[in-house]
């Protein structure tokens, strides 16, 4: 059998076509390029975007807002002083972006003006905070990005 070019041409197609489905199917393989949605039903929450910007602003109005910070054994979240605890509600949600297996929920059930979130919860790395709540029946966001 003769080599000539044109054999070596199809061979050399052959071996690089192999290659990139080698790469391809080992990327949609491998766990370790999994990546996770910000959520699950993105266009639905799209759609009450405009409820989120309303919150949100409904928040920057508020004489004092919510604070947060690193202390000592956790993260700590304040509410507003001169807001009375019975007539908060809402849900508290930390999303890490890189792992979806760590995010949770926190229901807000106040007995204190503080939320404490113990260094056991959070995993060092990026984190994005979102608070939605009530106080008598005003919506209201707070979002937050954080370095654990």
């Known amino acids: 059998m003769k080599f000539n070019w044109g054999t070596g041409i199809v061979i050399g197609m052959a071996l690089f076509i192999s290659f990139i489905m080698y790469l391809v199917i080992n990327m949609l393989t491998d766990s370790k390029f999994d990546h996770d949605l910000v959520t699950e039903e993105y266009y639905q929450e799209e759609l009450h975007y405009q409820e989120e910007i309303d919150a949100e602003t409904n928040a920057f109005s508020l004489e004092e807002n919510i604070k947060d910070r690193r202390v000592k054994g956790g993260w700590l979240i304040e509410f507003p002083k001169n807001l009375e605890l019975s007539k ?19 229901p807000l059930k106040l007995t ?3 939320v404490f979130i113990k260094d056991e919860q959070l995993v060092d790395g990026r984190w994005n905070i ?17 370095v654990y």
Not at 89 to 100: A, C, T
């Open 112 to 114: 204190s003006y503080q």
């Open 88 to 106: 908060i509600s809402g849900n508290l949600h930390f999303y890490r972006p890189s792992n979806q297996k760590l995010d949770f929920n926190i």
């Open 130 to 146: 979102n608070i939605h709540w009530e106080y008598e029946n005003t919506p209201y966001l707070y979002k937050n990005e954080i």
